[in-house]
């Protein structure tokens, strides 16, 4: 059986990390050094993970990133990229959400538990993008906002069930509620290279020239006070 290289891109959050899989194993892994540096150390940190593998751009089989949410000019430094490597190489291009990319590491700890994991992502103030997985990674709703109160999620609280991402603390925070375990962590792209293979596997391939990611809702965008020239 021929071998299968996905190169991953996670741009959404504050770090940018890439990882290279092999048959959906990890082959190796970098990340940026400090935050939101992503349009600067993405292209080298591409070049450093193909050369510790040892491997060729031209040997790479496919192309995917983390689709969204989470931040606007993120999601779009890493949609370009992979992009421009999917059309240069002609490979196909994959999109892996990035919401399920929180909950994978939570995969085997909900199995043997049998949680419902919530990843939740920071959108500023009391809100947060979540949606809902079950132990096998199977969405239970659509990735939605929600504004946190003191009841939300009230209907899901179990000591069994994980929240997760970097929007946890501000759950639990906000929530108040001690019946969810609470788990502080970023997507990265490590835990794409399972996903990403298995969309490949299954064929879903994105269409390079009209692939967006996944916003959610519109950016926020302060203007100028300044007066115009």
Known sequence: MTDTFILNLETSAKDCSIALGKNGECLGTR???GEWKH???ITLLIEQTIKDAGLKFDQLSA???SSGP???TGLRVGTSAAKAMAFALEIPLLAVETLKLIA???HKQALEEKSIIIPVIDARRD???YQLYDAELNALNNASN???KSDS???LACKKNIVCGDAAVKAERIMGSTAFSYEDSRPDAYWMCSLSQDRLDNNYIEDTAYFRPFYLKSPNITKSKKAPF
């Open 31 to 33: 990340k940026s050094k």
């Open 39 to 41: 349009s600067r150390e």
């Open 63 to 65: 192309v995917a990133v």
């Open 70 to 72: 989470g931040s606007y």
């Open 104 to 106: 994978a590491p939570y």
């Open 127 to 129: 809100e947060v993008y």
């Open 146 to 148: 929600l504004v946190l």
């Open 153 to 155: 999620l009230e209907e």
